[in-house]
């Protein structure tokens, strides 16, 4: 947003003659906060010291916004002090839309946030004082509720949300899915599947006449795909295995496309398998909707199509392993499929520390060697070239990735038969909190860009603002009798929680708060 206002900022352009009638409240107003602005600021830092020019801006309603006149205040002035002025600011300026303070946060020039002063941060920007400072505030984000689910009797492999409002499903060592209510945090539902440790899960929301059905595609550690169907109907849910499929070596981890028609499985062998889950999917939606009819008409109905058996879904042609061109083949350690322009592609991360982009025809179209380990990944919802990755060195770094039409046509060029181009990643950003050890996944806020959180064997999950230049916005502790617990698998419930799952066998939904108005 471009700024209004002087280009020195040391005082207001002079409006034309025509202009004054229908601007004069506004001008009186603007003078008002300055006046207000000058005493609170004075108040609050040291009287007599440095001074800077700012504009206060915010994406908060047109009630919580200030007029985006210059205001002069000291240089001195800390993140706290500035929320106190912001809040004395906004209560004066409408007591009914602001009735309690609320704490803030700023980014300048909508950039990075401001940890200390106004002063230090325009001194290590080279920033001077003749040029006016954008202050955009927003509500703090602070700890909410957290909520501990009772424990399955071995490790959450897994975790995964299918919609905003859940329901949430874990995998488990123990061989079950369990389904955990949103609302009301409780285990709903649980289903043994009997094929042995569950090593990841996937979920997706389908809807199906009046009835809720969820499609979750569970890798086992022996190599299996199996596609559970999930139908609530009357508050009650029930399931019914879709198919079973075999990958050929352990699976160590899972994705589905968000239509819930394709699903990619990971192995230990290095390779990855794309499984046709369309069938299963509109087995899925069959069974919400003869859910919602009532058993009667279910049962005739399965027993006419035979729906209760396998739906004969095959694998896709495409097969192809991460390693291919080098001596030796690590195991995957996640995938996941691309959206916009990475759309028809997945990305995949290996314990020999490659990142890798496919095709959905199984052709390795570019990879690239990381420096540490990448373990987990996450999908930008708002940038879909953009991967977060957790790295064995305790970091979570951003990787852009090139666009693959781009990156075939080099390969093109360069030759056939050649390895493929290895130009498809860059660093973006490295996030600055860090965790004690190994951070086992991420995750992207579906509804915020700028917000990753991450898990790791410390226990701790960090939530952390891309745009932040210091230490994380929240962090939570799992924790048994002082010892912290091994998290495993973390995802995003909307964007109100971080649900966790980990060692101790319990699923964790941890609360986020962006200081909602008339609370304190």
């Known amino acids: 947003m471009a700024l209004r206002g002087p280009p020195t900022g040391l005082k207001a352009v002079l ?6 009638d229908e601007h004069a409240s506004e001008e009186a107003s603007a003078a008002t906060l300055q006046q207000h602005a000058a005493k609170e600021s004075g108040e609050i830092g040291s009287v007599g010291g440095a001074r800077a020019y700012v ?8 009630p919580l916004r200030l007029p985006q006149e210059p205001l002069s205040i000291e240089a001195s002035l800390r993140r706290g002090d500035l929320s106190k002025l912001v809040n004395r600011l906004l209560t004066e300026k409408d007591p009914d839309a602001w009735p309690i303070p609320q704490p803030l946060d700023f980014l300048v020039d909508g950039k990075t946030f401001l940890r200390g002063s106004l002063k230090e941060h325009m001194q290590q920007h080279a920033m001077t004082a003749e040029v006016a400072v954008r202050l955009h505030y927003q509500l703090a984000m602070r700890k909410g509720e957290e909520h501990v689910l009772p424990p399955a009797p071995d490790w959450i492999s897994e975790v995964a949300v299918p919609s905003s409002k859940g329901p949430i499903v874990a995998a488990s060592y123990d061989g079950h899915l369990r389904l955990y209510s949103a609302e ?25 006449g009046e009835g809720e059905a969820v499609l979750c595609l569970a890798a086992t550690q022996g190599g299996g795909l199996l596609s559970v169907c999930l139908a609530e109907t009357e508050s009650r849910w029930s399931s019914r295995l879709c198919f079973a499929g075999a990958h050929g070596g352990p699976a160590t981890c899972v994705a589905a496309r968000p239509n ?11 390779c990855v398998t794309l499984w046709n889950c369309r069938a299963a999917a509109e087995a899925a939606k069959a069974e919400a909707a003869e859910a919602s009819e009532g058993q009667g008409r279910r049962k005739r109905r399965m027993d ?41 592609h997945a990305v995949s991360s290996g314990m020999d520390g ?42 979570v770094r951003l990787w852009d990735v090139r666009s693959p039409a781009g990156l075939e046509m080099e390969g093109q060029e360069a030759g056939k038969g050649g390895p493929p181009p290895s130009r498809g990643f860059s660093l973006r950003q490295s996030l600055k909190g860090r965790h004690a050890r190994l951070p086992s ?31 994380p916005l929240v962090v939570f502790k799992a924790q048994v009798e002082g010892a912290p617990v091994r998290l495993l698998s973390c995802t995003w419930l909307a964007d109100t929680a971080v649900v966790t799952g980990g060692s101790d066998g319990r699923v964790r939904i941890h609360g986020v708060f962006a200081g909602a108005r008339g609370e304190g």
Do not use: M, Y
């Open 15 to 20: 409006k034309p003659s025509w202009l004054e």
């Open 55 to 62: 504009f206060f801006t915010t994406d908060l309603p047109e």
């Open 184 to 208: 009301t945090p409780s285990l709903v539902h649980d289903v043994p599947l009997g094929q042995g440790p569950l090593t990841g899960v996937a979920s997706v929301r389908l809807c199906g």
């Open 260 to 270: 819930g028609e394709l699903a990619a499985l990971g192995g230990s062998d290095g």
């Open 304 to 344: 006419a199509t035979g729906a209760s058996g396998p739906c004969g879904v095959l694998p896709c042609a495409a097969r192809g392993c991460a390693g291919a061109s080098a001596s030796s083949v690590r195991a995957i350690s996640d995938i996941l499929f691309g959206l916009d322009s990475l759309d028809g």
């Open 354 to 395: 490659c990142l890798c982009l496919w095709s959905l025809e199984g052709r390795l179209v570019s990879q690239w060697r990381c420096d540490a380990v990448p373990l987990g990944l996450a999908l930008s919802p708002t940038e879909g070239q953009v991967v977060a990755a957790a790295h064995e060195d305790c970091r």
């Open 441 to 471: 996944a991420v995750s992207w806020c579906p509804n915020n860009g700028h917000l990753v959180a991450s898990a790791g064997q410390d226990g701790c999950v960090l939530v952390q603002d891309i745009r932040a230049s210091a230490e």
